[in-house]
Nanobody, 123 residues
């Protein structure tokens, strides 16, 4: 089992920045990909960003590409999402998630999820 705990959410004005953190614990031996996804009413595309746990490959949703950066610190077992130039449409509950599937080969969704952290961007 993998346990994920998000933190760093909050209220920010449009154009501002936040950095989300995801603390990873439990069995990570088979974990290959960490991702950030978000959920908001009326939105049906939850994917935000993902990163290979051992490599350096990353991928981003078009809606956040160039504004958000996903990174990791394996020694600290922490994944980050740096969010810059935030827009009101970024308002959502953000979830950290993991999967043993390789980045670019994800077909079954993510297996493990954190509890989520609220990000609210005001206009």
């Amino acid at each position: 089992q993998v346990q994920l705990v998000e933190s760093g959410g909050g209220l920010v004005q449009a154009g501002g920045s936040l950095r989300l953190s995801c603390a990873v614990s439990g069995r990570t031996f088979d974990m290959n990909t960490m991702g950030w996804l978000r959920q908001a009413p009326g939105k049906d595309r939850p994917f935000v960003a993902a990163i290979s746990w051992r490599g350096k490959s990353t991928t981003y949703a078009d809606s956040v590409n160039g504004r958000f950066t996903i990174s990791r610190d394996n020694a600290k077992k922490t994944v980050y999402l740096q969010m810059n130039s935030l827009k009101p449409e970024d308002t959502a509950v953000y979830y950290c998630a993991s999967t043993p599937q390789s980045l670019g080969r994800i077909t079954r969704g993510y297996e493990y999820w954190g509890q989520g952290t609220q990000v609210t961007v005001s206009s």
